[in-house]
């Protein structure tokens, strides 16, 4: 049995369709993760898998329970870390904690044993009785994650877990996400537009794009799919560069960006003394010069001919329209 | 039950927690009486009153002071949906209408406790309460004003996106409410179109109510005052939580 089955998942606002007809599977354990600029749609997917969105047409189901006609039981398989901070911020880390293991109506020694359980995995345990708005960034998050757990649901959603922290919060948070799904084998399925983060933490991944699923693999697969190491060269000449690598044979794309060129290729290793010699023998300067395989962003660039840094001032335009729209 | 208990919990502990709201929103009631109460206690002259002008209003305000609280409480919900906190009780599996109820009573206790507070202090200002069962049907009538008024604040918010329409609320549709309620003036000898006006006010009834409990007189009778606020607190708990359902995030 899948964890989740998506199929043919559309929504629609007005008419702007922010989702546009997803269909995916995902296993028991995986940690999947759906990847894509602000705006492309992951989020709305998140509200419809977890019931606080209706679909416009499609189905889905989540832990065996169909999202339209099985409300309350998705709504107890799931554990939710929302984008924005869902955290009273008036009352205590334990009262959070309890306030939500009353909702899922957990019996009052369970409770007691369970909270103090996952405050211990996220070391918060000693400062359960601080008022929230006492808290930094980071520990509001991993309280957030905490709680969404006190009610051991079979998926956890996490969105955006880490937009806003810096590096080393970052870091620690992927620990306890790959400890969470190592330990307890739960499923959890992330959305991200941090291609590090997708990278790192995810089975498998769903690069979403408009509203659509644009590629669907395992990291490893996605970039194999590129096909092409990447060669950065800095030169302060990078025109007279450009002219003459882009006649030599096996370069699949050259593009020139503000202080370097970059050129896509198989074998990057075998052609670079190439390039050097080519470049020496017509004077023209190297600054610098080297070989990457490619990653996540590569392969967004791939498959959707732009970058995702691009993508995100359209994105935010198109989500101001959509906002418009539901008023 | 118990999903009404935590919403009505985590209520009582933000109103307890927050010690400049509480004594914040005691000023104004208190302001009022000194000013209104000794102001024009020697001016005002009510015939039948014998605790004067600051007796008569007594009760007026201790309404102001719940319909202002309860409202806010209800209103507060808007806060919720900013800061978050909404979608984490929209998404467990808990119905809207337990949400929704647990948030009225919520609200509806802190008015109460606020209009006690005004209440204990009228006492210093020379109250005289009637009688014992007098006080308990001050209560209920305190309790209706707070329910039925938490329920209006939510019902607004539910179709407020922020806080910006706030104020709106509260000079063209609290205050009036306030004003028009016989809080401060006798209904009885007003032209008949402002009388009419008062008794459209659903504010007034409650007034009266407590009027009664607690100076053993009023103007309008005490069971149609009953009847008329517990008909409207069941129509604004329908509205309210009608208008809950429909929140979307």
């Known amino acids: 049995m899948f964890a989740i089955t998506v199929e043919n998942l559309t929504k629609e606002f007005g008419n702007f369709t922010a989702v546009n007809g997803l269909s995916f599977n995902i296993e028991q354990g995986e940690v999947f993760g759906l990847l894509g600029p602000n705006g492309a749609g992951k989020t709305t997917t998140m509200s419809m898998l977890s019931t606080m969105l209706k679909p416009s047409c499609g189905k889905a189901s989540v832990n065996g329970y169909d999202i339209l006609n099985n409300e309350d039981e998705v709504r107890r398989s799931i554990g939710i870390v929302f984008q924005d901070q869902s955290l009273d911020e008036e009352l205590t880390a334990y009262e959070n904690m309890d306030f939500h293991g009353r909702l899922y109506r957990l019996d009052k020694g369970i409770r007691k044993k369970r909270i103090i359980e996952l405050l211990e995995l996220v070391e918060l345990a000693d400062k359960k009785e601080n008022l929230v708005k006492t808290y930094s960034g980071g520990m509001r998050r991993r309280l957030e994650i905490a709680r969404g757990l006190l009610h051991e649901p079979k998926v956890l959603f996490l969105d955006e877990p880490t937009l806003g922290l810096d590096p080393q919060t970052r870091n620690h948070l992927w620990d306890y996400i790959e400890k969470l799904s190592r330990e307890k084998g739960i499923t959890i399925i992330l959305t991200t537009h941090y291609m590090e983060e997708a990278d790192k933490l995810c089975n498998r991944i769903a690069i979403i794009d408009k509203g659509s699923i644009i590629a669907l693999g395992t990291s490893d697969k996605l970039k194999k799919d590129v096909g092409v190491d990447i060669i950065k060269i800095v030169s302060s000449e990078k025109e007279k560069l450009w002219s003459a690598v882009s006649s030599m044979p096996g370069i699949k794309n050259i593009e020139i960006h503000d202080d370097s060129l970059t050129i896509g290729l198989k074998d990057a290793e075998k052609h670079v003394v190439k390039i050097i010699n080519m470049a020496y023998s017509r004077d023209i300067p190297i600054g610098s010069i080297s070989i990457h395989k490619p990653t996540l962003e590569d392969v967004f660039l791939h498959f959707t001919g732009r970058t995702i840094r691009e993508e995100e001032a359209s994105g935010k335009e198109q989500m101001r329209m959509m906002r418009r729209l539901r008023r | ?249």
């Open chain 2, 1 to 249: 039950m118990d999903i009404i208990y935590t919403i009505w919990l985590r209520n009582l502990k933000r109103y307890i927690r927050s010690k400049s709201r509480l004594l914040g929103s005691l000023g104004m009631p208190i302001f009022l009486m000194l000013v209104l109460g000794y102001g024009l206690n020697s001016v005002v002259v009510l015939p039948g009153m014998e605790q004067g002008y600051i007796g008569f209003i007594i009760p007026g305000i201790i309404s102001m002071s719940v319909l202002f609280t309860s409202v806010f409480a209800g209103i507060q919900i808007i806060w919720d949906k900013q800061f978050g906190f909404l979608k984490e009780t929209l998404v467990a599996p808990v119905s809207r209408l337990e949400i929704m109820l647990g948030q009225t009573f919520g609200g509806a206790t802190t008015a109460v406790i606020q209009g006690l507070i005004i209440f204990v202090l009228s006492l210093f200002m020379g109250l005289k309460v009637s009688s014992i069962p007098g006080f308990a049907i001050a209560i209920v009538f305190m309790i209706l004003i707070g329910i039925s008024f938490t329920a209006f604040g939510i019902a607004i918010a539910s179709r407020m996106d922020d806080m910006h329409g706030f104020q709106l609320i509260i000079n063209f549709v609290i205050f009036p409410i306030f004003g028009l309620s016989g809080a401060l003036f006798p209904i009885d000898d007003l032209p008949l179109w402002v009388r009419s006006l008062t008794l459209l006010d659903p504010l007034t009834y409650g007034v009266e109510g407590i009027r009664y409990g607690l100076l053993g007189t009023s103007q309008i009778d005490p069971l149609i005052c009953f009847m008329v606020l517990s008909g409207f607190t069941v129509v604004m708990v329908m509205i309210g939580s009608h208008l809950f359902r429909k929140i979307s995030i």
